[in-house]
């Protein structure tokens, strides 16, 4: 007969469970139960002894949220090891914690890992008792993990705000969630303006990103050196560990113009960035000013699209007149065009004849009594070019969530949704999919 029991840092237990945990786990992988008792001062931790006949022969370490129940660590004597014990052990802590979901991690099943049978093995060992795989990952340290709960409901904005009081006790980086599939992808946004500096804006906009339901995401970095959202090269290297991030890189012929051509060009080769941004009407030069015949160049060069900034105040400086000079000169640069000349929506549809030509709904849905209108305009953008529509929100100038909620609104077949939501964008900035 099996039992779990609860076990304290001063009780004689504990001896024992070290033992287990030392020849369970290799050097970077364990923690000392010493560190998981010190890391709960809120005492949100159980250590709980697997015992046979009131002798430990395993244990696991769970912390707790909420309603979740989070299993960091779960091992097993190796001489109790194919018996049976663990499938019964994971029964029995369902039990310990009725009407919770029990949240764990296993290293994602990988054909090329040369440990892949035993990844399989885990894998199916969790699904046979009681496990179901939730479709979500997470990365440490390059190594891809699986998501999964106890029960078919998955408490996604939940267990990301584990991860953040987690790692708010533990000096880490939050891991995102994502999809394998990325079934959205906002293909314009900006770093937010936040106390604390770029990591803690990293870490906001991550957050928001899952908690919207936001697989991956377009950051485009500023034209500016000194600036709130971050320059290209601060963009780049933030988020150069973060898989499902991609830079855009901001650039201007008013700013250190040589130097970021030098720059953009290096970051292009590293695949650091994946497209350039001209900020039109943001700042004082058109999009078809002849010194910007270097932006066109590094585009053909490394075959990567340009975004412009469109619509709005001043928006002569972007405007479609300006947009056709340069499709027309440039036929071999994808242009995407930022905004849809908002409010004139309806300036796209002409420019749409041009294959290079792309749009993003980036800003198109902050005012929702101008709904109806935008939805007739951007329909007939879709209808036009079903593959050159990308999702974009702008956020955190504008609401992602309200841009979420418009493209819900359009009349699509569930291929073109997919495609404005995520497919255009992987296509156009040649994203892993």
């Not at 019964?88 to 090329?112: K, N, Q, W």
């Not at 377009?218 to 050196?225: C, N, P, T, Y």
């Amino acid at each position: 007969m099996i039992t779990l029991k609860p076990v304290l840092p001063s009780d004689p237990e504990k001896t024992v469970l070290d033992r287990i945990n030392r020849a369970t786990f290799p050097d970077y992988e364990r923690a000392e139960l010493d560190e998981l008792y010190g890391s709960d001062p809120h005492g949100m931790l159980d250590i709980l002894a697997i015992c046979e006949e009131d002798l430990p022969v395993g244990f696991f370490a769970v912390r707790k949220f909420e309603n979740l129940r989070y299993m960091a660590f779960f091992a097993v004597d190796a001489a109790k090891r194919n018996q049976g014990l663990g499938s019964r052990a994971l029964t029995l802590l369902h039990r310990h914690y009725p009407g919770c979901s029990i949240v764990l991690e296993f290293e994602t099943p990988d054909d090329s890992a040369a440990d892949n049978p035993i990844r399989l093995r885990r894998r199916d060992f969790y699904l046979r008792n009681g496990f179901f795989d939730t479709g979500w990952h997470l990365s440490y340290d390059q190594m891809e993990l699986t998501v999964a709960c106890s029960g078919e409901a998955f408490d996604k904005p939940a267990f990301e705000r584990f991860l953040f009081w987690l790692h708010s006790m533990i000096s880490d980086s939050v891991p995102p969630l994502y999809r394998k599939d990325r079934r959205i992808i906002d293909a314009h946004l900006h770093l937010p303006v936040s106390e604390g500096g770029l990591q803690k804006q990293k870490e906001k906009l991550l957050f928001d990103l899952a908690q919207n339901g936001v697989d991956a995401c377009v950051v485009i970095a500023d034209s500016e050196q000194e600036s709130t959202i971050g320059n290209t090269r601060e963009c780049a290297a933030l988020f150069s560990d973060t898989p499902n991030v991609f830079v855009v890189g901001g650039i201007s012929p008013l700013i250190d113009y040589q130097a970021q051509l030098s720059l953009c060009e290096t970051l292009l080769q590293e695949k650091k960035i994946i497209a350039l941004k001209l900020f039109t009407g943001h700042e004082a030069f058109f999009l078809s000013d002849e010194r910007l015949e270097p932006v066109w160049a590094l585009a053909k060069k490394y075959d990567v699209p340009v975004l412009f900034h469109s619509g709005w105040d001043n928006s002569h400086w972007g405007s479609a007149a300006e947009a056709e000079t340069v499709l027309r000169r440039h036929p071999d640069v994808s242009l995407c065009c930022c905004h849809l000349f908002y409010p004139r929506l309806e300036d796209c549809l002409p420019l749409l004849d041009y294959p290079n030509f792309s749009v993003d709904l980036s800003s198109v849905a902050d005012e929702p009594s101008r709904w109806d209108t935008v939805r007739t305009q951007v329909m007939r953008c879709i209808e036009k070019a079903p593959d050159r529509v990308l999702f974009g929100s702008d956020y955190t100038a504008c609401d992602q969530k309200s841009h979420l909620e418009f493209v819900k609104s359009l009349p699509l077949s569930e291929e073109k949704r997919e495609k404005l939501l995520w497919k255009n964008a992987a296509q156009l900035y040649r994203l892993p999919t």
